[in-house]
């Protein structure tokens, strides 16, 4: 209860900004360690807010608004920003304070949002950040004049070498204002009339106050969805007046969206004008000639492939010789548990259960640190923004949105925020067709399913000298999953969601030198939800398969045979059928049923399994890897796992719906089970198929 007053009574302050001005980068400069990520009540919009902490001690909470370029803006998430600075979000304070995040280099994009900001008359400080890169571009901003041209304290920043960040910090700590200037922008006759003749009624019949009555005038005026979305809030009566208003002005001829952003930039510019003075030399930036390169429409994307190609190849090596330790120690953990308790169930529960379940599992933490080292990295350089360029070539050759790479991009770390990353695409069946096939990009959740068939059957060869058989075996995963993923969409745009994709407008960060705090920090925070999911979801799963591979009991049975009758063994043999075609035996099976909750369980259900299939075998000497190596059919002798059944699991992995967190998003994005059971539905028989056929293909070529 005291630590619920004690968050209450701290200061909320918001930090918002345009997507790639840094924001996300100062947000970790004020706030370390000290954040946590949530959702916002009733959607899923991810929530992250930490704390900042003062010279004098002082404590404040720093809300994370998502980037955006509005606060009129018509996308879930980017409208969950403006939800918030207009109080209007349940559970969520609203801001004493807004920290505005302004790309210094690209001034006069970045101060629409600020100009919204001070008409609502919101306490704002102002962090110009990146202007090491304005200054090396010849553009020098004069600090003073700009302050005194937007009413609000202006501080200069380079989030990335964590310069500004003290100043920020104190100008955050003080008493800050409302912005001192009165709305310098105006609006044309016929439509300032019409907005004060809506604001009246606002106040009038809303109780609104003057600021956020004259930002609901403008939206319902200019916005072209404006009486569809928000005809709920309003009194019919008002609607009715902003039809009219709407019929009124389109008679007139005025373009009503047009003519507030023209407003509005005609004042950004003479502010631009006042504060700012270029010496920009012609001709092309470095930006714009490494560009001519990274986005080339041929070497563009073959650098991409070497990009993911080394990356893939480097967290195969770089993280061997840690995930062996790592697997080494859990094997000294669970002989020493082994040695030190009595024979009984509750010691095969910890061990084989808990300790094996999990350590399998755990055993992949490095390759998923060097994984989000890599995605860190590839972003904060800007290099990301690059690759959707490229790749939005070949998303409209299937007929989607350049958006949409955004999410599958996402997907590659974890579909869940792939496909919370839709809600940016306008269009319905787009953004529908996007969520389908987002769960089709490898996720990092399948890298312990893959790099423990790799490095268990796939041989560590050279080729061309300088890739490894290994490496390139984990981007050929990476590969057909982007392939399937693109080619269903194609399917479905042709058949189910048929739509024309619109045109795809994205900006391009300059580059910039990364920052290791922020990478560090983004690579912490997926480690840390990792071993979340070890410590939770794999730990109960590995708990329950224990109970179902270890019961009914028999007597004077071998491991091997109890596993056989165990309810677990009883589920597999049952399912072995279908299965079988696969190259798949009943062990498989159990893996498969486990890993529906999540991919990465199939590791700790094999952990399970063969700990308690060879239970008699000395504790600490076989790992995982050994025993599916040495595990043979005890009737025919054939060894149970081989080359060909490692790259038909990992197929199976790449195309089957085996998340059920996922499909839980798809129906909240979609406020039905509808959709989410289709996908599960055309996944499942997509995997199956392939499966079928890449097996059958290899037993042709194995006779061969």
Partial sequence: MNSLKTEIQLRHIAIIGNPNAGKTTLFNALTGMRQKVGNYPGVTVEKKEGRIIFEDGSEAVLLDLPGTYSLTANSPDEKIATDILLGRVDHTPLPELVVCVVDASNLERNLYLISQII???LPAVVALNMFDVAERDGLKIDIQKLSAELGVKVIPTVGSKSLGIEELKAAIAGHVEPSSRSRQWILPAPVQEECDELKGLLQQMHRLSEPIAFHEAIVLLTSPSALSEHNDRFAPG?????????????????????????????WIKRVCSAATVSHRRRGMSASDKIDQILTH???????????????????????????????????WVGAQVYAMMPAGDLRDLIVNGAIGGVGAVV???????????????????????????IMDRMMSKVGLHGKSFIPLLSSFACAIPGIMATRTIESRKDRLVTMLVAPLVSRSARLPVYALMIAAFIPRKTVLGIFSLPGLTLVAMYLLGLTAALSMAWVFKKTLLKSEAPAFIMELPPYKMPSFKSVLLHMWERSILFLKRAGTIILGVSIVLWF???????????????????????????????IKPLGFDWKIGIGLIGSILQREVFVSTMGTIYNIKDAKHERGNVSLREHLQQDVDPVSGVPTFTALTAICLMV??????????????VRRETNGWKWPLFQISYMTALAYSVTFIVYQIGLVLAEG
């Fill in 297 to 331: 429409r041929v070497w563009g994307f073959v650098i991409f492939i070497g990009l993911m190609t080394i990356m893939f190849q480097s967290i195969f090596s770089w993280a061997n010789v840690p995930m062996e330790l790592l697997g080494d120690s859990f094997n």
């Fill in 548 to 578: 179902l591979a270890t019961y009914p009991k028999l007597e004077r049975a071998s491991p091997s045979e109890q596993l056989n009758q165990s309810f677990a063994g009883r589920a597999g043999h049952l399912i072995e059928p279908i």
């Fill in 119 to 121: 008409d609502n008359r």
């Fill in 652 to 665: 199976y992995y790449v195309l089957a719906m085996q998340c059920m967190s996922t499909v839980a998003v």
């Fill in 238 to 266: 008002l609607i009715e007046h902003v039809k009219r208003d709407h019929q009124k002005l389109d008679l007139l001829g005025i373009d009503r969206h047009s003519v507030v952003v023209e407003s509005r930039y005609e």
């Fill in 363 to 389: 055993t992949f933490l490095p390759q998923i640190i060097f994984l989000f080292l890599f995605i860190g990295f590839l972003e904060d350089t800007g290099y990301m923004a690059r690759a959707a360029f």
